[in-house]
């Protein structure tokens, strides 16, 4: 386990159609985050985990995101009727308390194209 | 909640020469600054971090400076390569990265050979 792994890479589907991604952190690693990236954009929050409780969640999260991670291990995003505007890289990070601070490690994204 | 902001957009740079990129931010209980690098296709990877109790830090041909006073820290890559062309993203996080990180948007930095 050398990483944060993201599945799908790529998904592309349509206006209204439900889309789940999938994240598995570094096993060791108690903390999960969704990100959300756009294009000439910086990652913006969307929602962490520690371990399997949902600590909080952006202004950004719609009432059509769900995220969770039952049992504290791999954490799946959903989307319900999604929208073009939904288009974008989901990136998925993992983090473990090293000392007094805390690590994070990302995984390479699934990109998300509505059409 | 913390802003970051984060200049210039672009950069270009010849290789060899050195490349500055700033970020200022706007909450002041945030203690702790990573920098990232992304390459096409790929997420997010560390670079180097600073925590707010140091002024700089530096790893190779990479620092990383940080002024608590101002609100402001900057990264510096001496010798560019360019292998180092790519984007690269400033955070900031309080609780020395115990909440999620507010990134600003990011440099494109290109090394021309």
Not at chain 1, 64 to 73: D, L, N, Q, T, V
Not at chain 1, 77 to 94: F, H, K, N, P, V
Not at chain 2, 36 to 53: A, C, M, T, V, W
Request: proline share 4%; glycine share 8%.
């Amino acid at each position: 386990d050398t990483g944060v792994s993201q599945n799908p890479r790529h998904k592309i589907t349509k206006r209204g159609q439900n889309v789940t991604f999938r994240c598995d952190p570094i096993s060791e690693h108690n903390r999960l985050y969704w990100y959300r990236q756009t294009l000439g954009q910086g990652p913006e929050f969307l929602t962490y985990f520690q371990n399997e409780a949902q600590l909080e969640k952006s202004r950004l999260l719609s009432d059509r995101f769900s995220a969770e991670r039952p049992k504290g291990s791999f954490s799946t995003l959903e989307i319900q009727r999604t929208e073009q505007g939904d288009s974008a890289m989901y990136l998925c990070a993992s983090s473990t308390r090293q000392g007094k601070h805390y690590g994070y490690t990302f995984g390479s994204g699934t990109r998300l194209t509505v059409v | 909640g913390e802003n970051v902001e984060q200049h210039p957009s672009t950069l270009s740079v010849q290789e060899g020469d050195s490349a500055v990129i700033k970020c200022t931010y706007s909450d002041s209980a945030s203690n702790y600054f990573p920098w990232y690098k992304q390459e096409l296709g790929k997420g997010p990877q560390l670079i180097i971090d600073i925590r707010s109790n140091v002024g700089e830090k530096k790893d190779q041909r990479i620092a990383v400076t940080l002024n608590k006073t101002a609100k402001h820290f900057s990264l510096h890559i001496t010798e560019t390569q360019p292998e180092d062309s790519a984007v690269y993203f400033c955070a900031a996080s309080r609780m020395g990265g115990n909440t999620p990180l507010v990134f600003g948007k990011g440099t494109r930095l290109s090394v021309i050979a």
